[in-house]
């Protein structure tokens, strides 16, 4: 991968990364150098490694973790760009308040069915927590969320009504690929009274599974009063 004469600086770092990447030199979900051993590396400025660094986020070539690194993705997943937003930040974006409610936060057994959706053994010990988010005051998702613990060993350990579970987990397991299915679902009466609902009121639920290092990382239920809550985005296919 050579750039083209005269090409600038930024563009001829990205070239080096890119060209890491397809050697295999750094593999998907490595961490690469950080911003400030590329400067010194590259003998470029902060500005100049910064802008290739994030052009190469937004083509989909790498995936930035605030205050953890800079990571190679996996580009199998370019198919499905939906992005993985931290609840909090959302509604502090609106200029609301985030809360969070613990319902449970527990060890469970593996069922044949869940098993499979990790592609383990029935009877594997998983991570379960329920959680409910609120803005300003409102139940606004039921977050029901399986983890296997071999990529987040201490999930249990940590306090979900100060940091959300994404917000770890995107520390813990950097993300390589996900899977996303939308639905609308009849409330069930638990769910119902959880999201301060109507009886009658349809659910948005999102199923999520996501991969890290080879392993499904996660698998989660996110379930929205329909009457306070929508899925909108822009992506490039």
């Not at 930035?64 to 959302?90: K, M, S």
């Not at 502090?92 to 308040?97: N, V």
Request: hydrophobic fraction near 45%; glycine fraction near 6%.
């Amino acid at each position: 991968m050579t750039p083209a004469p005269g090409a600038p600086l930024y563009e001829r770092i990205k070239t080096l990364i890119l060209t890491q990447i397809a050697s295999g030199g750094w593999a998907a979900a490595q961490r690469i150098p950080s911003e400030n051993d590329l400067v010194r590396l590259v003998g470029a400025s902060r500005m100049t490694v910064n802008r290739a660094l994030r052009e190469l986020t937004d083509a989909g070539y790498l995936i930035r973790v605030q205050g953890v690194g800079t990571f190679v993705a996996d580009r199998r997943a370019q198919a499905h760009p939906l992005a993985i937003r931290n609840i909090a930040d959302e509604i502090l974006e609106r200029g609301h308040q985030h809360s969070a409610r613990v319902i449970s936060l527990e060890r469970c057994t593996a069922t044949p069915e869940l098993a499979g959706r990790f592609n383990l053994r029935a009877g594997h010990e998983l991570f379960h927590s329920r959680l409910v988010h609120l803005e300003n005051g409102l139940p606004i998702q039921l977050e029901d969320r399986l983890v296997n613990p071999a990529v987040a060993p201490e999930y249990l350990a940590q306090d979900f009504s100060a940091m959300t579970p994404n917000a770890y987990l995107m520390q813990v397991a950097p993300l390589q690929s996900v899977e996303h299915i939308v639905q609308a679902a009849r409330t069930d009466a638990a769910t119902a009274q959880l999201l301060q609902m109507d009886a009658n009121e349809p659910c948005l639920v999102l199923r999520r599974r996501t991969w890290t290092r080879g392993s499904v990382a996660t698998a989660v239920t996110l379930s929205h009063p329909a009457s306070r809550f929508e899925l909108q985005g822009h992506f490039n296919p």
